[in-house]
């Protein structure tokens, strides 16, 4: 067995696996992997997901229907399915995240994303855990084990394959364990099986859990159909997994499923580039920023995605990027803007100078061009927000040579056609400018949580704006899976402390947690305005009586932005990869501005000082709290321009002063001695 891999800047791997197994002489090779310790989380934990909410119904299916009817019909080789056809993350179809009925049956306990794979072979993996084809469990016990998610091909037609050719039947495949899912236990498989000429199922190979599988390795797979019991109209081939039945554990990820014959032990190649992953956030790290801190330095960042080539020779690609912009004003949207080609440059080398990628490659691509921000046709300063639509196309060549107009030199039609290998050539990704912060893209693959009582979680954000800005409240992904009904949760807004959270701005005590369904955010907002600037932090106390899960979009990593409090001291996070699903809210559209920071606290004295102070008379409103968010009784005097504050009964600490005249509000520190 030859394994090939290739590390990349973030030292994630590509493998690949050979094995051939026999048949005719009822004997076959068990392909035997390792399985790595699960990350022991001692602060956070990540869970697994249910892509189903508790109040929300399973997306319907009918054994019953036409299509169910149609689909039966033996289809003739060649058999290919990377999953990139396949519609991820559209809450309104009911068919997204599902296999293609036109290739499989039995098909709806696999749950296709474009998250819980890494380094696929292309865009979007078929995942198998413990979920149904509702998705919920397949048992209550939590320890029971079993076989699990089932994917079955579509009848195949092998008896259209001459005497000749059928020693040259191979079905190749990549997988991979555990991924961003929770890893097999040692005991657990995925087997893949073969119907014979009786309507038996024949266990064709058996991918077991040993110490030497690496989680972030797609392992490519060769297995010949060999026997002539197999060559028959109704041929069918099926992976399954075995594990634990109680949820989605013991996490397997399949892609690229091919089925051909004039195929050799070493034909592990196919005349294919691919794009393997979505594009990167676009606003300094970002998916989402107010729209109107964007206009205040207009910055735009440069996307990335990642190509891989699967076939065995060097290839040179390029790409093109298409924008479509629609702003809104008053809830109204403008038409459609579009631009065909970012930069109006025509296309770009993927390595912005050659654009040459060798066999089994895979290569970090930057878009050259990017949205203009000074372009009022795309970005109106009039505008509340702005959706952004980002296309890319990469040109490969695959199947079709747009130059000579005929099949591409590396396609061989005899052996190849129908199949169409520019399906994983395209990319879109969307993007808002609204009034929210957001790593995240709106969809979880997975939760985060904290492991014991009154620990504590936050997720850092800074601002794109040097100047303050009125943070009313957060949007929070908190998945129904779980939750029980009297679970209440203290939230805290944290200023920064040298790039760890600091003074607790603001609590939110005791927030009752609500069953909002499937990617619905819960809208909190503060029953008060403050101001923000600068770095800042949300964040949540573990509660007693149940565990409280965020989601974690592991699309997007930010995991870096999120830090832990377990003994009174604030650390950041080094296990999480994704990001929490948290969005901070600015109301009003107007950055606050006027006296500066440092203006303002010379009006303030003194500062320190034992419970009195004075500041300026032109504050008509002032509010007091400690760290934990609570008011502080105080005293006002008129004393000419100033005024004299007394503060009630008041331990030595710090204290946030709010002031705020008729268009302004400024906040600063007091301590008392």
């Given at each position: 067995m030859t394994k090939f891999a290739k590390t990349n800047t973030n030292k994630r791997r590509f493998g690949a696996e050979f094995v051939e197994l026999k048949f005719g002489r009822c004997y076959g090779l068990v392909l035997v992997f390792v399985v790595l310790a699960t990350s022991a989380f001692s602060q956070l934990r990540v869970y697994p997901l249910p892509k189903k909410s508790d109040n929300v119904a399973s997306k319907p299916k009918s054994k019953n229907s036409t299509s169910r009817t149609k689909e039966l019909t033996p289809r003739s080789l060649p058999f290919w399915d990377d999953f990139s056809w396949t519609q991820v993350d559209l809450l309104t179809d009911t068919l997204s995240n599902y296999p293609l009925d036109s290739l499989w049956v039995n098909n709806y306990s696999v749950w296709i994303n474009n998250g819980l794979g890494l380094n696929p072979p292309s865009i979007n993996v078929a995942t198998f855990n413990g979920l149904d084809s509702t998705q919920n469990p397949y048992d209550d016990q939590i320890l029971a084990n079993g076989f699990r998610d089932t994917l079955t091909s579509q009848p195949i037609k092998m008896d259209e394959v001459a005497d000749g050719d059928r020693n040259s039947v191979y079905l190749s495949f990549f997988y991979q364990w555990a991924g961003n899912g929770e890893p097999p236990d040692e005991n657990d498989y995925l087997q893949v099986d073969f119907k014979n000429d009786q309507g038996i199922w024949e266990t064709a190979a058996t991918i077991q859990t040993l110490p030497t599988l690496e989680d972030n390795v797609f392992y490519d797979t060769l297995i010949k159909v060999d026997g002539e019991r197999?060559?028959?109209?109704?041929?069918?081939?099926?992976?399954?997994?075995?594990?634990?039945?109680?949820?989605?554990?013991?996490?397997?990820?399949?892609?690229?499923?091919?089925?051909?014959?004039?195929?050799?032990?070493?034909?592990?190649?196919?005349?294919?580039?691919?794009?393997?992953?979505?594009?990167?956030?676009?606003?300094?790290?970002?998916?989402?920023?107010?729209?109107?801190?964007f206009l205040v330095n207009k910055i735009v960042s440069q996307p990335s995605f990642d190509v891989f080539n699967i076939q065995n020779d060097?290839?040179?690609?390029?790409?093109?990027?298409?924008?479509?912009?629609?702003?809104?004003?008053?809830?109204?949207?403008?038409?459609?803007?579009?631009?065909?080609?970012?930069?109006?440059?025509?296309?770009?080398?993927?390595?912005?100078?050659?654009?040459?990628?060798?066999?089994?490659?895979?290569?970090?691509?930057?878009?050259?061009?990017?949205?203009?921000?000074?372009?009022?046709?795309?970005?109106?300063?009039?505008?509340?927000?702005?959706?952004?639509?980002?296309?890319?196309?990469?040109?490969?060549?695959?199947?079709?040579?747009?130059?000579?107009?005929?099949?591409?030199?590396?396609?061989?039609?005899?052996?190849?056609?129908?199949?169409?290998?520019?399906?994983?050539?395209?990319?879109?990704?969307?993007?808002?400018?609204?009034?929210?912060?957001?790593?995240?893209d709106g969809f979880a693959e997975y939760t985060v949580g904290l492991t014991a009582f009154g620990n504590r979680a936050a997720c850092q954000f800074e601002m794109l704006t040097t100047e303050p800005d009125t943070l009313v409240g957060f949007d929070i992904y908190y998945p129904d899976y779980g939750v029980p009904g009297n679970l209440t949760i203290d939230f805290t807004v944290y200023d920064d402390l040298n790039g760890l959270p600091g003074t607790a701005v603001y609590t939110l005590p005791s927030y009752t947690i609500r069953k909002m369904g499937l990617n619905k955010f819960a809208k909190i907002r503060f029953g008060e305005q403050f101001l923000i600037e600068g770095k800042f932090y949300i964040g949540w106390k573990a509660p007693v009586g149940g565990t409280f899960k965020v989601g974690l979009d592991t699309n997007n990593d930010s995991g870096t932005k999120l830090f832990v409090n377990t003994n009174g001291t604030w650390e950041q996070s080094t296990d999480i990869f994704g990001s929490v699903m948290i969005r901070p809210v600015f109301g009003g559209g107007d950055i606050v501005t006027g006296i500066p920071n440092e203006n303002?606290?010379?009006?303030?004295?003194?500062?320190?000082?034992?419970?009195?102070?004075?500041?300026?008379?032109?504050?008509?409103?002032?509010?007091?709290?400690?760290?934990?968010?609570?008011?502080?009784?105080?005293?006002?005097?008129?004393?000419?321009?100033?005024?004299?504050?007394?503060?009630?009964?008041?331990?030595?600490?710090?204290?946030?002063?709010?002031?705020?005249?008729?268009?302004?509000?400024?906040?600063?520190?007091?301590?008392?001695?």
């Open positions: 197999f060559f028959h109209q109704n041929f069918q081939f099926r992976f399954k997994n075995y594990g634990r039945l109680s949820g989605p554990y013991d996490t397997w990820h399949l892609d690229y499923v091919y089925l051909n014959k004039n195929r050799s032990p070493t034909d592990r190649y196919l005349p294919d580039r691919t794009i393997i992953s979505t594009l990167t956030n676009l606003f300094s790290g970002y998916r989402s920023i107010p729209y109107h801190h060097t290839s040179t690609l390029s790409y093109s990027t298409q924008g479509t912009f629609i702003n809104y004003k008053d809830g109204m949207a403008s038409i459609p803007y579009i631009v065909d080609t970012l930069g109006g440059a025509g296309t770009s080398p993927i390595d912005g100078a050659t654009g040459i990628i060798y066999q089994r490659e895979r290569k970090t691509v930057t878009l050259e061009h990017v949205p203009d921000p000074n372009d009022a046709s795309q970005f109106n300063v009039d505008a509340d927000s702005v959706a952004v639509s980002l296309k890319v196309q990469l040109f490969t060549g695959d199947t079709f040579n747009p130059k000579t107009g005929q099949f591409a030199n590396d396609y061989d039609p005899a052996k190849l056609q129908p199949l169409d290998f520019r399906s994983n050539d395209t990319l879109r990704a969307n993007y808002l400018l609204g009034k929210y912060y957001a790593y995240d303002l606290q010379s009006q303030i004295f003194p500062n320190p000082n034992e419970g009195e102070f004075f500041v300026p008379a032109s504050f008509q409103v002032i509010d007091i709290v400690s760290v934990t968010g609570q008011r502080i009784s105080f005293s006002t005097h008129d004393q000419g321009e100033m005024q004299r504050i007394h503060l009630g009964p008041a331990s030595p600490g710090l204290y946030i002063l709010r002031l705020q005249t008729s268009t302004k509000v400024f906040s600063s520190k007091i301590v008392v001695k």
